[in-house]
């Protein structure tokens, strides 16, 4: 489903002329075929799924935050300007992120939910957050809320 909406943007940006859409888009398909074609065996020819679409999203976001901030140090305001806009192409497939507070809840309800006890269980916890809440956080955020939730 993602797949199609992903293609199906890309014909629009097309036909308006969107130059920076069409690039992003491009890049995000790109990547997409590249993890497609590294997840084919010998039984299957089928691609990645929709979630882990959606984390390779959120990991281009983030390299592309990365980016910002080591272009805003070496000012380069036009690079950095333009990794804000391949930002919002990209958050434009994924799902509403979950702000601080929601992340913290959710940390807190699926800790209760697995059981987890101290640090062995982290694992666990980020897996179980993974399944549930696929491409509306970042999971590195959730993770060092994990931590401090199981250490204390």
């Keep these: 489903m993602l797949r199609q909406r992903l293609n199906d943007a890309l014909k629009t940006a097309l036909k308006a002329k969107e130059a920076r859409r069409v690039s992003?888009?491009?890049?995000i398909l790109a990547a997409l075929k590249d993890r497609d074609i590294g997840a084919?065996?010998?039984?299957?020819?089928?691609g990645i799924s929709?979630?882990?679409?959606?984390?390779m999203l959120q990991t281009m976001v983030r390299q592309r935050r990365e980016s910002i901030a080591l272009y805003e140090q070496g000012a380069r305001m036009d690079?950095?300007?333009?990794e804000q806009e391949e930002i919002e192409v990209i958050e434009s497939f994924l799902p509403r992120q979950l702000s601080d507070e929601e992340i913290g809840a959710a940390v807190t309800k699926v800790v209760a939910e697995v059981g987890a006890k101290g640090i062995k269980d982290m694992g666990?916890?980020?897996?179980?957050?993974?399944?549930?809440?696929?491409?509306?956080?970042?999971?590195?955020?959730?993770?060092?809320?994990?931590?401090?939730?199981?250490?204390g």
């Design 40 to 46: 084919r065996t010998v039984d299957s020819r089928e």
């Design 124 to 151: 666990r916890t980020i897996a179980a957050l993974k399944q549930q809440y696929a491409g509306q956080m970042d999971f590195s955020k959730a993770a060092q809320m994990v931590k401090r939730a199981l250490q």
């Design 50 to 55: 929709d979630e882990e679409i959606m984390n």
């Design 24 to 27: 992003t888009i491009r890049l």
């Design 79 to 82: 690079l950095a300007q333009q």
